[in-house]
């Protein structure tokens, strides 16, 4: 069963940093494009940042400049370091398995996700 486990979110400032992690377990980690989304209040699932296979990023130029995907497949992590937080970013963050947006928002997300909040 594919449990992904979602931490690292909480109250920060404006331009305050946050990372945020994702253990996976259940399916063979290395092997799958992983994908980050948020939600943020009253709204849909948005697409955050995916990391192929081959640990290639990819990123929206709207967060590009502030966020940063990574992966540590030796501990079946998956990662996105935020910076340069902005009130707009608060939302439930989730960590979904594939690549292909357009699928993950059709499944839906499963995982309890990470809240964060951007406020001063």
């Known amino acids: 069963e594919v449990q992904l486990v979602e931490s690292g979110g909480g109250l920060v400032q404006p331009g305050g940093s946050l990372r945020l992690s994702c253990a996976a377990s259940?399916?063979?980690?290395?092997?799958?494009?992983m994908t980050w989304v948020r939600q943020a209040p009253g709204k849909g699932l948005e697409w955050v940042s995916t990391?192929?296979?081959?640990?290639?990023?990819i990123t929206p130029n709207s967060l590009a400049g502030r966020f940063r995907i990574s992966r540590d497949n030796t501990r079946n992590t998956l990662i996105l370091q935020m910076n340069d937080l902005k009130p707009d970013d608060t939302a439930v963050y989730f960590c979904?398995?594939?690549?292909?947006?357009?699928?993950?928002?059709?499944?839906?997300?499963r995982s309890q996700g990470t809240q964060v909040t951007v406020s001063s």
């Open positions: 259940g399916f063979d980690f290395s092997t799958a494009d």
């Open positions: 990391i192929t296979i081959g640990g290639v990023p």
């Open positions: 979904a398995v594939g690549g292909t947006f357009e699928t993950i928002r059709a499944r839906g997300v």
